[in-house]
């Protein structure tokens, strides 16, 4: 199975910062990578996909970056509905596996 | 947009069966994977089985944890993908999340919101 590394597990931040969050393939999933902001209680939402497109709706402080192995999620300037925990997830071959997570915190 | 819809979950002996389903829109349906993946409470996403689109003649695939006791389905025509869950064990019970996945450029994954599948006597 592909192992996603995500780092930090946890940043705190305030509002306005730049928050980036890694994560790196156990090997090359070329550009099928996602990422998930989920919220206490509520299901996952896709922000990125294709390592950096991004989903429809989804504000463009949002933007993602990499393919290969090494990706980076960016929030550009963090919102107060932003706290929250990130994660990535490949979908270059099964089974589907998915990050550790990133807890955003409020600084 | 795209949308889906999980339904179907609730409480089930250990033993029993159970029928998810999860209607999609907002997508062109026949083009998409079709995945489940489930949240046990406090733990993180396990991915449990696909179905491919079209093109790829709808076969599927699954977990070593539920392969034998779930099934993958889908219908193109009502934009719907199911699964049956047999011999249910305590450790499915879980968040239960149908996701799609267009192997496409420029084409939005999904994600539903749950449904919760608890497993007890």
Do not use: H
């Amino acid at each position: 199975d592909i192992q996603m590394t995500q780092s930090p597990s946890s940043v705190s931040a305030s509002v306005g910062d730049r928050v980036t969050i890694t994560c790196r393939a156990s090997q090359d999933i070329r550009r099928w990578l996602g990422w998930y902001q989920q919220k206490p209680g509520k299901a996952p939402k896709v922000l990125i996909y294709d390592a950096s497109s991004l989903q429809s709706g989804v504000p463009s402080r949002f933007s993602g970056s990499g393919s290969g192995t090494d990706f980076t999620l960016t929030i550009s300037s963090l919102q107060p509905e932003d706290f929250a925990t990130y994660f990535c997830q490949q979908a270059d071959t099964l089974p589907l596996t998915f990050g550790g997570g990133t807890k955003v915190e409020i600084k | 947009e795209v949308q889906l819809v999980e339904s179907g979950g609730g409480l089930v002996q250990p033993g029993g069966s159970l029928r998810l389903s999860c209607a999609a829109s907002g997508f062109i349906f026949s083009d998409y994977y079709l995945d489940w993946v489930r949240q046990a409470p406090g733990k993180g996403l396990e991915w449990l089985g696909r179905t491919r689109n079209k093109a790829n003649n709808y076969t599927t695939q699954y977990a070593a944890s539920v392969k034998g006791r779930f099934t993958i389905s889908r219908d193109d025509l009502k934009n719907s993908m199911s699964l049956q869950m047999n011999s249910l064990k305590s450790e499915d019970t879980a968040v239960y999340y149908c996701s799609c996945y267009s192997y496409a450029s420029g084409k939005d994954w999904g994600w539903g919101q749950g449904t919760l599948v608890t497993v007890s006597s």
